[in-house]
């Protein structure tokens, strides 16, 4: 894997500045370990509009999708509004405001000096941001399937001591990466089948997926029993 160029401190320090230091998703206050998201994630494309400072938790379900790529890019929208809104109140009123912004994601609110309230969309309920058609995103039943591949592999793999959350999900994520170049939603449907052993795959290499085939269970659902539960 090529790899990946680091953003500048400048860049940094930008991005950091437009979170306010806390990780819009969370509310995560430990900086120094945030990471920098690429919304579409061509991670050479360095705009500024392109990246969101995250944590590394937050980071992880965004590469999973616990948290929506929709999500991510309202999110990202919002505090440009903020950023762009608070330039226009510094110019138009010198008089220091007090007013307060309010970016609610989920349960979780972002507040920052000005006077605008954007509410997000909750959780799951969003749907994805960019309608692709042919990739398994938006095939609903290959969706569900691999869906139910990947949240094993993710609890396998946390499973094992010294993984959590970010971890499993970096990894889980990067198999699919380095296979597809892309996260699972946007691999093409026609590589279904290949997704699906991928995943199967690495479940069983997992010590949970060692387990059951010792013990003659099933880790998973085949595609067919799965469609019939
Ligand atoms: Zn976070």
Partial sequence: MKPRKKPSQRKRALLQKEIHSICPFCQSQEVDTFEVHHLNENP???????????????????????????????????????SEQQK???????????GIIQINHGDNVVQAAGQVTIKMPRGRRAKAAVPVSGVIGTSPKERAYVKHLYDRLFDYKKAIPGYDDARAGRIVARYIREAFGSTWSYVPIDRFDALVKLLQEKIDETPLGRKHKKNGTK????????LNK
């Fill in 44 to 82: 050479d494309d360095d705009r500024f509009e392109n990246e969101l400072m995250v944590c590394p938790t937050c980071h992880a379900k965004i590469n999973v999708g616990t948290i929506p790529r929709n999500d991510v890019y309202k999110m990202k929208e919002a505090l440009m509004k903020v």
């Fill in 219 to 226: 880790p998973y659902s085949s595609f067919e029993e799965f």
């Fill in 88 to 98: 226009n109140l510094s110019t138009n009123c010198p008089a220091p405001h007090d």
